[in-house]
């Protein structure tokens, strides 16, 4: 799923990190982490009820920003 999501998001810009979990209280969560809001806030926009491996995708955005 990692590489699937990692595909889909670097056509948006550079993907810094995906991080999917496999237990059964995460299961199908996924986090996509970008370098910049702006890239991130499209990338969610536009793949909004996506449908990835037979599902829609409902997206979340998130920001959390590290200093340099």
């Known amino acids: ?3 699937t999501l ?4 670097k056509s948006y810009g550079e993907v810094l990190d995906v991080v999917a979990h ?4 995460m299961r199908g969560q ?3 982490s970008f370098a910049d809001a ?3 806030k499209k990338a ?3 793949v909004q009820r ?3 491996y037979s599902k829609p995708m409902v997206s979340y955005l ?3 920003f590290l200093p340099n």
């Open 6 to 9: 990692k595909g889909l998001f």
């Open 22 to 25: 496999s237990n059964l209280r």
């Open 38 to 40: 702006e890239i991130a």
């Open 44 to 46: 969610m926009k536009d």
């Open 50 to 52: 996506f449908p990835l």
């Open 1 to 3: 799923m990692k590489a």
């Open 30 to 32: 996924a986090f996509v």
């Open 62 to 64: 998130h920001f959390l």
